[in-house]
């Protein structure tokens, strides 16, 4: 796979490019953010719902996305 510049791969399946979607996180191959999967999941939508509504994605993209989401809640705050 050809790398464009700028883009940052956060996993297998998630990537973040300046030309995809403003650099948001998206479902690499899509142009799927990873937010807008969690917000299905979030809003009561099962996995199989989610797939049927976005049938590019696979359920290990769906996977995917909750681990990145897992990830960024390691972040620690830091008071200023």
């Known amino acids: ?32 953010p990873v937010w807008v999967v969690l917000s299905h999941l979030v809003a009561g939508e099962d996995i199989e719902t989610v797939l049927r509504n976005f049938p590019r994605l696979s359920r290990e993209d769906v996977f995917a996305c909750l681990e990145y989401a897992s990830y960024l809640a390691t972040e620690k705050a830091v008071p200023v």
């Open 1 to 32: 796979m050809k790398k464009r510049r700028g883009s940052i791969r956060l996993s297998r399946r998630i990537i973040s490019d300046p030309n995809i979607c403003g650099g948001e996180p998206c479902v690499a191959g899509t142009r799927i």
